[in-house]
């Protein structure tokens, strides 16, 4: 059975209209338009699919889309402040914590929650806020450096 | 801790921020699975579930039927074209029998992946269960089973040695081990079995292919987009040319996305349904279906050795999982034979591996394709012989190990390389020899690597406006392979990499290259790409000079200038030079740099040469990892692991860096928690990451990470070679090796995982 209602992704509603069993990822990618939220096990456990539902990191690939409404979904393309990167994304750039890309926006948004509820995380803490996106490429180092480096610079 | 260590390093050390960095940071970037065509049908595959049968039925009436279903097509809607690597082996859509698991007996295309999905379990398959080869050894016995009956009837290279369930046996002899083995002081043998694993790329593949009039374009996440474009027009019999493969971003591959895979399936439903159609891989069909996955190996191990030390003889059997097709696994046991041999000076050798068909998923290429399982199991067996004779492994390996100038197991002899120093250097960094608390341990390990030489070619071109294009056929798989090339232009032109865009992944728009596999992007088409910016620097100092009332060949490019050498202050700007060239002829440069010469081995008698006991510009690489063991339940936890490398000249310091820490990372995975679980009837048991385990950043130990930087004549750019798969080949050998000190001996099965530990614990 569908289900017609409102998303709020990256502060603009998005009417939408689908069935009661379609995951957030889905509408996300498929309805909303917006494909920088990746799907990368359908299965909770790699975190490409990452968003903050009212700030919260939620997998939304395991997140039914009629959950989400009334709730403020921020993904990859509302980190951005207008035309300026989050320092998260830019120093996730200079650090060289970017290889093939595609866990970065989950891992992005699971670093912002992390800085949200922490401003200065241990490297352990960042270690382990990131533990639910998987990266195969990196080793990890260089996005825990770029974690903590935002840290300090959002501390000022 | 980050050092590098200078020796006739051509190239500044820079700090490179990515080209692609932005799209990939943003959400702007746009992977296979991220494009939509109007239209659009989505694909979904009947595959054999079932690891061996004879096909009895195969009905696709009722699908067809369905409605909503474009196209559902079988072996017979397609040319009876079988392709391979080597062998050829393969068909797209299983004929008569199927092989394993993930065999693809039929495909369908339909307005929904749901409607997709309700046509293929309408297809009826019906079939005769065959005898499944689920063991590696046996499958070689006379009397078992043959994987492919007509294996003799298969087109493959003449060199190859096969016979019934062995795709490809090779050996490597040099001396008289029999003589020396009876003459050493002391013989150590050891078994060792390593499981298979996967790839795992973090991106499921994704195809989308669409036909206009005879031509068709197919957007796919492929790491060979001109060997893709090769594996559809020789099973759909298409010419080149008509034939385009794009690949937006690619979310990884480490190999496994390889080879020819499925574009030509969904290109050939995009025919029948004359729509466009798009194949979305779920993650459990990421593991059950590629044909490239790391090959489990049986080892056996025999080594002589003097008191004093020195290694006289090795000898080495290898039987390797080739899995139920060949692939491009063709070279394995030639290349798996070296890796039994490892990095070391030994004057009588004999190495045989065989590579042996199964009911299994194939093998192909993964990331050093052969090797951190072989040198886990080498370098294990080494610390066995060090113990037997009492000496520390690491003065064992100083006194054993290759060396500049010094003859290698195959008969090469070696130019300037660095093993010596990697092995200073990483034992160094981890502290290697200092006390240790009782639970730790650290385990030292030596790999090696070749560099692969292809033809590769790029283009350049500067625009009226003084912005820089290179066209190039590389693919970029997340190494940040092809973002150096900007660096390389930049450098040859006196630009900067921020002047370049690059255009690339698109068969028809760039020339030939072989794409991210075998480490080869910055090895070959740095060349070509330097060689396609020399062309256009000629032209640059043939109208400066004209300007400049100058000799051409006193031009020098520097800093976004063209000037007279020895005066900066007379100079004109290359804007202003391409401007010029702009209302003439044009700054379009291209290149296409041959290969370094072959390196050659001298004394060494081969079967089933295949070209793999020479290499050009080897690279070199010492791991020592700490480690600590919770001795009540088995599991291990990597504390830090210290990496030092040979891979010549050092381009781009970051992406190297990231390169070793990615490869380490994914070596730990391999030491301790990744291998394929069969079932007795061949299937996988873990076909999930609940179950499949990689490592997490919780898991992740800081790495240390040194270069030993030694310009290598006759190898890739300002002395540069290769790097992306040479960090992967040590790291899982040196946990086994510190887990070994900790539990007495060592874990003789790869993955060492928790359980496997506690068991040798108890042996």
């Keep these: 059975m569908s289900e017609s209602f409102n998303l709020n992704v990256n502060g603009v509603d998005y009417p939408v209209n689908v069935e009661q069993d379609r995951n957030l990822l889905s509408v996300i990618r498929g309805e ?27 997998n939304s690939c395991s997140y039914l889309a009629v959950q989400a409404q009334g709730r403020a979904i921020t ?60 990266c195969r490429c990196t080793g990890y180092t260089k996005i825990v450096a770029a974690v903590q480096r935002t840290a300090v610079e959002l501390r000022g | 801790m980050t050092a590098t260590i200078k020796k006739q390093s051509k190239t500044p050390a820079r700090r490179f921020v990515r080209a692609d960095g932005p799209d990939k940071v943003t959400g702007s970037g746009r992977y296979a699975a991220d494009m939509s065509l109007t239209g659009a049908l989505a694909a979904k595959f009947r595959y054999a579930q079932v690891s061996h049968a004879r096909i009895t039925k195969l009905d696709v009436t009722a699908a067809r039927a369905m409605p909503g279903v474009f196209a559902v097509l079988t072996a017979d809607d397609v040319p009876d074209v079988r392709f391979g ?24 295309a339909a307005v929904d992946a749901d409607t997709a999905q309700r046509a293929v379990d309408a297809i009826v398959f019906e079939y005769s269960p065959l005898p499944v080869v689920n063991d590696v050894v046996s499958a070689l016995e006379p009397g078992t089973q043959l994987v492919h009956e007509d294996w003799a009837s298969y087109t493959a290279p003449g060199v190859m040695v096969r016979k019934g369930n062995d795709a490809s046996y090779a050996s490597i002899a040099r001396g008289d081990v029999d003589k020396a083995l009876a003459e050493a002081d002391f013989v150590v043998k050891s078994h060792y079995e390593s499981d298979g694993c996967h790839a795992a790329p973090i991106e499921p593949r994704a195809v989308v292919a669409q036909w206009e009039g005879n031509k068709v374009t197919i957007w796919t996440s492929t790491q060979v987009p001109f060997d893709a474009r090769a594996g559809v027009c020789e099973t759909l019999e298409l010419p080149n040319n008509r034939v385009r493969i794009i690949v937006p971003h690619l979310g990884g591959g480490f190999g496994g996305k390889c080879g020819f895979h499925y574009e030509a399936h969904i290109a050939a439903l995009a025919r029948v349904a004359k729509r466009p159609v798009k194949l979305v891989f779920s993650r459990r069909e990421e593991f059950l279906a590629p044909d490239k996955r790391r090959e489990g190996i049986v080892y056996d191990f025999e080594t002589g050795v003097k008191a004093d030390g020195t290694i006289t003889a090795r000898k080495a059997r290898l039987v390797i999982d080739n899995g139920a097709y060949t692939s491009d696994a063709g070279f394995f ?23 042996a068909y199964t009911n299994h998923q194939p093998s192909g290429s993964v990331r050093a394709p052969t090797a951190p399982q072989t040198c886990w199991a080498l370098e294990s067996h080494i610390d066995e012989v060090a113990n037997k004779i009492g000496m520390d492994p690491v003065a064992f390996r100083k006194l054993n190990a290759v060396d500049t100038g010094v003859e290698g197991p195959s008969g090469q002899t070696y130019g300037e390389i660095g093993v010596q120093q990697c092995i200073d250097a990483a034992t160094s960094a981890a502290g290697y020899g200092q006390p240790l608390p009782d639970d730790e341990a650290i385990g030292v390990a030596i790999g090696w690597w070749p560099t692969f030489a292809s033809a590769s070619g790029a283009y350049i071109k500067l625009d009226g406006d003084g912005s820089g294009q290179i066209i190039t056929g590389a693919q970029e798989c997340g190494t940040g392979a092809v973002m150096t090339l900007r660096q390389l232009a930049a450098d040859e032109l006196g630009m900067q990499p921020e002047d370049f865009e690059l255009v690339y992944q698109d068969t028809s728009a760039a020339p030939y290259d072989m794409g991210a596999t075998g480490s080869q992007t910055l090895f070959n088409n740095g060349r070509a790409v330097i060689a396609a910016a020399g062309q256009i620097a000629d032209q640059l100092r043939e ?72 290499w050009r510009a080897p690279q070199f690489s010492c791991h020592a990892v700490r480690v600590r063991l919770d001795r009540d339940t088995g599991v291990v936890r990597v504390l830090r692991v210290s990496t030092a490398h040979d891979s010549g000249t050092i381009i781009n310091q970051v992406g190297a860096q990231g390169q070793v820490e990615g490869g380490v990372m994914m070596g730990i995975g391999q030491a301790l928690t990744e291998g394929t679980q069969y079932d007795d009837q ?44 040479a960090p992967n080949v040590a790291t899982a050998a040196a946990i086994g090796n510190a887990i070994a000190k900790l539990v007495g001996s060592p874990v003789r099965r790869l993955p060492m995982t928790a359980e496997r530990v506690w068991g040798a614990m108890q042996s």
């Design chain 2, 543 to 614: 109208l400066a000079a004209n300007k400049l009332e100058a000799a051409a060949a006193d031009i020098v490019l520097a800093d976004g200038m063209a000037h007279v050498a020895g005066s900066p202050d007379r100079g004109v700007a290359i804007t202003k030079l391409a401007a010029t060239a702009a209302g003439g002829e044009l700054l379009i440069g291209h290149g296409s740099g041959p290969p370094p010469p072959a390196a050659t081995a001298t004394g060494s008698t081969c079967v089933g040469d295949i070209g793999m006991t020479a």
């Design chain 2, 682 to 725: 061949g299937n996988q048991r873990n076909a999930a990451l609940l179950e499949y385990k990689l490592q997490t950043c919780a898991d992740a130990p800081p790495i240390d990470v040194q270069f030993i930087e030694i310009y290598t004549p006759d190898a890739g750019p300002h002395g540069a070679k290769s790097l992306a798969e």
């Design chain 2, 333 to 355: 046991s030639q290349l798996a034979a070296m890796h039994a041999l490892g990095p070391y000076k030994i004057p009588n050798v004999f190495a045989e591996a065989s590579l």
């Design chain 2, 85 to 108: 690597g080597m062998v050829q082996d393969r068909t797209l859509f299983a004929r008569d029998v199927v092989r394993f698991e993930g065999e693809i007996v039929a495909a369908v």
């Design chain 1, 75 to 134: 993904t990859i393309e509302g980190v951005m402040d207008g035309e300026v990167m989050h320092p998260l994304q830019r120093n996730i750039l200079e650090e060289g914590g970017v290889q093939c890309g595609f866990c970065t926006p989950g891992m992005i948004l699971s670093a912002h929650a992390l800085l949200q509820r922490n401003d200065a995380p241990s490297e352990e803490e960042v270690r382990i806020g990131l533990s639910g996106n998987l």
């Design chain 1, 32 to 58: 909303v338009g917006l494909t920088g939220t990746k799907e990368g096990c359908d299965d909770c456990e790699c975190g490409a699919c990452m968003v903050l539902l009212d700030g919260q990191p939620v």
